[in-house]
C-alpha cells in the first residue's frame, strides 16, 4: 500500500525539463566571473566602436603643437584646445590620445567581426562543398588549400597588402570598373578595405579544414544515410543535418582566431600598411609611440594596454565557450 502511494506521488511530479548543450553551456558561462568580466568588457568596446564621436572628448584629428608630448592629467592652458584635459596625454601633434585611443577601438573591433565574418562563410562553405562532395571533388578543393596553406599567413597577407596598396594608385582608366570600386571603398574607410580583403583572403584556411574533417565524420552516420534514403538533396541534407552539429567547433574555432585577426590589422597598421592617416589605429599609435619611448611613453602605453586587453579577453572568451559546449568537461 505504501509502495503504490509512493509510485503515484512520484507520477504526479512535474518531469524535468532537459536543457540542450548550448543552455547547458550558457549557464556555465554565467557562473565564471572572469568571462562575465571579459564578456562586459568586449560589449563596451562594440558599443565605443559604433558611436566613438560620443565618447571621445575631442576629434581625433585635432591637433595643437602647442600641446604636444603633454603628460596624462595635463589641462591645456594655451592654443585651440584651451582648458581641454588630456587624461591620456598628447602625442607629437598635440593630439588628444584618449580620443585616439576610442576611435581606434572602431578598427580593431571592426576587424574582429569582419574578419570573423569572411573567415566563417567562406571556410564553412568551402569546407562543407570539399566533404560533402566526390573524392575526386575534395582532393582538388583541399590540395588548393593546401597550396596557399604552405605559404606564411602573414607574408601572404602583407604581399596582398602592398599589392591592393599598389594597385589603388593607378590611374582611373586602368583599374576598370570594379577597380575602381574597390578603391573608393578603401578610401572611403580610410584604408580598411584593403585590410578586410587581405586578411580575409587567407584567414578561412584553418575554418575550411576543420569544417572538412567535421563533414567527412557526420556524413557517415544513420541519420545523414536516413536523410539520403528519404530523398533529400544535397543541400538539404548540408543545410538541415551537417550544418546544425558542425556549428559548435566553429564558433569555437572562429571565437579563438578573433585575436589573431586583430593582431594582423595592429601589425600592419604598425608597418605601414593598415588603415591611412590621419585614421587612427592602436597599431599605428604604437608605432607613433615606439618613435618617443623614452621621452613620452604614455603614447605607447595606452594603446598597447588596449590591444593586450583585447586580445586577451577574447582568448578568455574562446577558451571558456570551448569549455562549455563540450559534453567530456560537463561530464
Not at 28 to 41: M, S, T, W
Not at 184 to 189: A, F, I, M, V
Not at 266 to 282: E, T
Request: glycine share 8%; aromatic share 10%.
Amino acid at each position: 500500500m505504501l509502495n503504490s502511494t509512493a509510485q503515484g506521488a512520484a507520477g504526479l511530479r512535474p518531469a524535468r525539463q532537459s536543457r540542450s548543450l548550448w543552455q547547458d553551456g550558457l549557464r556555465q558561462l554565467r557562473k565564471d566571473p572572469v568571462v562575465v568580466l571579459c564578456a562586459l568588457y568586449l560589449v563596451l568596446l562594440l558599443v565605443v566602436a559604433l558611436a566613438p564621436q560620443v565618447f571621445a572628448p575631442v576629434s581625433y584629428e585635432q591637433t595643437d603643437f602647442s600641446e604636444k608630448l603633454q603628460p596624462p592629467g595635463t589641462l591645456a592652458t594655451t592654443g585651440k584646445l584651451t582648458g581641454h584635459v588630456y587624461w591620456f596625454g598628447s602625442d607629437k601633434l598635440g593630439r588628444d590620445i584618449l580620443s585616439r585611443l576610442i576611435y581606434g577601438t572602431r578598427i580593431s573591433m571592426a576587424v574582429a567581426v569582419v574578419g570573423a565574418a569572411i573567415s566563417f562563410a567562406l571556410g564553412v562553405s568551402y569546407g562543407m562543398l570539399a566533404g560533402y562532395g566526390s573524392k575526386h571533388v575534395d582532393n582538388i578543393m583541399m590540395r588548393i588549400v593546401d597550396i596557399i596553406y604552405a605559404y606564411p599567413t602573414l607574408i601572404l597577407i602583407i604581399l596582398l597588402q602592398v599589392f591592393l596598396t599598389s594597385f589603388s594608385q593607378r590611374p582611373p582608366d586602368q583599374m576598370g570598373a570594379f577597380g575602381q570600386i574597390m578603391v573608393s571603398l578603401d578610401s572611403s574607410t580610410g584604408g580598411l578595405f584593403f585590410v578586410f580583403v587581405a586578411i580575409g583572403a587567407v584567414s578561412w584556411l584553418n575554418m575550411a579544414r576543420l569544417v572538412r574533417g567535421q563533414v567527412l565524420h557526420y556524413k557517415l552516420q544513420e541519420f545523414v544515410q536516413a536523410a539520403r534514403v528519404v530523398g533529400a538533396g544535397r543541400s538539404r541534407i548540408m543545410g538541415r543535418h551537417l550544418l546544425p552539429n558542425i556549428i559548435g567547433p566553429c564558433i569555437v574555432a572562429e571565437t579563438l582566431a578573433i585575436p589573431a585577426y586583430i593582431y594582423t590589422e595592429a601589425f600592419l597598421s604598425f608597418i605601414g600598411l593598415g588603415v591611412q592617416p590621419p585614421m587612427p589605429s592602436w597599431g599605428s599609435m604604437i608605432a607613433d609611440g615606439y618613435s618617443a619611448l623614452r621621452t613620452a611613453p604614455w603614447v605607447l602605453f595606452f594603446p598597447a594596454v588596449a590591444l593586450s586587453l583585447t586580445m586577451l579577453a577574447f582568448n578568455f572568451l574562446g577558451d571558456a565557450i570551448r569549455d562549455a559546449l563540450d559534453p567530456k568537461t560537463q561530464k
